[in-house]
């Protein structure tokens, strides 16, 4: 088994689809997207984590563009990342794609040896 010290970065850097998005046509509203299919691996194990990850945030210029989340969440399905890894790298890049005015991203992730986990990243700060 992997030390966590090997581990604890993988994931961050894996390239993945790119989040396209299109323009916004209104001001001031919120979208909310829940992905209640997520899969990663466990980059030390090697097991499969499964969870609900939702994306809450309000746009500026531009609107994700479902799609091409769907692509690049699917893209989590063969990489070794933890929890909260992913939930910070989806709302990294998803700023990185679209700047919204604010976003939080929340990861709810199945049991596993009897432990829940859920984390949360927001932009900004």
């Known amino acids: 088994m992997k030390n966590y010290k090997d581990v604890a970065k993988e994931g961050l850097d894996v390239k993945l689809p790119e989040i396209e998005s299109f323009e916004n046509q209104f001001p001031s509203y919120i979208i909310t997207i829940i992905i209640p299919e997520y899969t990663s691996l ?69 049991p596993r040896g009897g432990i829940k986990s859920i984390v949360e990243a927001k932009y900004p700060e």
Do not use: H, M
């Open 42 to 110: 466990c980059p030390k194990t090697g097991n499969p984590d499964f969870g609900t990850i939702t994306i809450e945030y309000e746009p500026d210029k531009k609107v994700i563009e479902l799609k091409s989340l769907k692509l690049y969440i699917q893209a989590y399905r063969n990489i070794g990342i933890f929890y909260e890894n992913a939930v910070n790298r989806i709302l990294r890049d998803i700023v990185k794609a679209i700047e919204p005015k604010w976003i939080k991203v929340k990861g709810e992730f199945n």
